[in-house]
């Protein structure tokens, strides 16, 4: 967020209310995010995503993938997010949420992630817990509401969840790094939903065998 903002030239305050949607860029700022993230500037018109979907998927992860810790590795949760939409985007030509994901050096990242993440925080929703070198993200509401979910939406989310939930951090950070979506794409740039439909049908989002 910080060298997001310094590169648009505004706050980093500014920009997390660009991410929430709160806020517009001009056409020069435009340009210049556009290309920072080696995207056309005509990408940002796309579908406007659900970010209530999404912070709905974001608490059936930390309900169906938290550990004896109590809950999900920080780095873990933003993969198993990005595992969700790139999935059903893999199955039916939709995402599940249509946030944009970054190439990030430990994997694909949804942009809203870390400002998601941070507006739960500071509402009290959820608790962040530093554990064997590891920040744990677990969740303070008993109030389960996932109405903007399918019933095929929520179970792909647990069938993800569960897949993942006894493996290392570094296991699903490895599994995104081999796939075609992050190979295919330069540090910070937006990740087009469409390249999972070149991945192989057994590794969009299975652990890998061994």
Known sequence: ?????NKLGISRQRWILVE???RDL?????EVLAELFGVDVADFFEEIPDIKKFKQMYFACLKFASDERGGVPKTKLAKLLYL???TKFFQELEPMSGVKYRRMEFGPV???FFSTTED???GGKISISPVDRALIISSNTRE???DLLSEDELSLIKQICSLWKGKRTAEIVNFTHEQKPWKMCRDGEYIPYRLIIQEDPDHVYQP???
Request: aromatic share 10%; charged share 35%.
């Open 208 to 210: 890998l065998a061994g």
């Open 120 to 122: 739960l925080y500071d």
């Open 144 to 146: 389960e509401n996932f």
């Open 110 to 112: 949804a942009d809203i």
């Open 26 to 30: 001009n056409t020069e700022e435009l």
């Open 20 to 22: 929430k949607g709160e």
């Open 1 to 5: 967020q910080e060298d997001v903002a």
């Open 84 to 86: 969700a939409d790139f």
